[in-house]
């Protein structure tokens, strides 16, 4: 059984670009949570996804946002970045909630210059 | 203050010593989760508990709601146990808060 799948690995823009990163979750698994991590604020929740629905969302500004497929297949969108969204991303799937356990994938390792 | 504090901040070992994390946390919770991340980011889940304890190998996990405390021990540690370990709690949503995470390393 395939895991949580997140692409690209790593990431390299440039101050004010825009970046989308990918998470492919477990088949079956509706729910997408995304996570971000830095050195300084260790994890912090993003928002999740259930059923193409945002369900749940985390203190961020606008300029992170996130949508979900069908397919429940999730991408997270980063629009005008500055040096502090540089961080590793990471989702995680679940069956249907944290009521259910989490299957994180391995992350994205963004880099903002 | 954190919501979700653990303790000790970082951990050494020698290999085959029983090891205990521990998180307090200050909220009303639905559910705790133990979570490992090595070097590289990937993070793993170890434990989802709401009540009581569970064993999986090597690894054991209790909590204790009225106390709003739980533990992680590791018996007879190996080197490749060295990882950061995380506890987070979730409440009445899927919004998980995170401690700031314990960083063991295992000498043999």
């Known amino acids: 059984k395939a895991g949580v799948t997140q692409t690209p690995r790593y990431l390299i823009k440039t101050r004010g670009q825009q970046v989308t990163l990918s998470c492919s979750p477990i088949?079956?698994?509706?729910?997408v949570s995304w996570y971000q991590q830095t050195p300084g604020q260790g994890l912090q929740f993003l928002f999740e996804?259930?059923?193409?629905?945002?369900?749940n969302k985390g203190n961020f500004p606008g300029r992170f946002s996130g949508r979900q497929f069908s397919n429940s297949r999730s991408e997270m969108n980063v629009s005008t970045l500055e040096l502090g969204d540089s961080a590793l991303y990471l989702c995680?799937?679940?069956?249907?909630?944290?009521?259910?356990?989490?299957?994180f994938g391995s992350g994205t390792r963004l880099t903002v210059v | 203050k954190n919501e979700v504090e653990q303790s000790p901040q970082n951990l050494t070992a020698q290999e085959g010593e029983f090891i205990t994390i521990n998180c307090s946390y200050s909220?009303?919770?639905?559910?705790l989760h133990w979570l490992q991340q090595h070097p590289g980011g990937g993070i793993v889940s170890l434990f989802m508990?709401?009540?009581g304890k569970k064993k999986h190998g090597r690894l054991i996990a209790t909590i204790n709601i009225q106390e709003k405390h739980s533990s992680l021990h590791i018996t007879a540690s190996h080197p490749r146990d060295s990882a950061v370990y995380i506890c987070?709690?979730?409440?009445?949503?899927?919004?998980?808060?995170f401690g700031t995470g314990t960083r063991l390393q295992v000498f043999p």
């Open positions: 508990l709401s009540s």
């Open positions: 987070a709690v979730g409440r009445n949503t899927d919004k998980l808060i």
């Open positions: 088949s079956g698994h509706r729910s």
């Open positions: 996804y259930f059923s193409e629905t945002q369900r």
């Open positions: 909220v009303g919770i639905s559910a």
């Open positions: 995680a799937s679940s069956s249907s909630g944290q009521a259910y356990g989490y299957t």
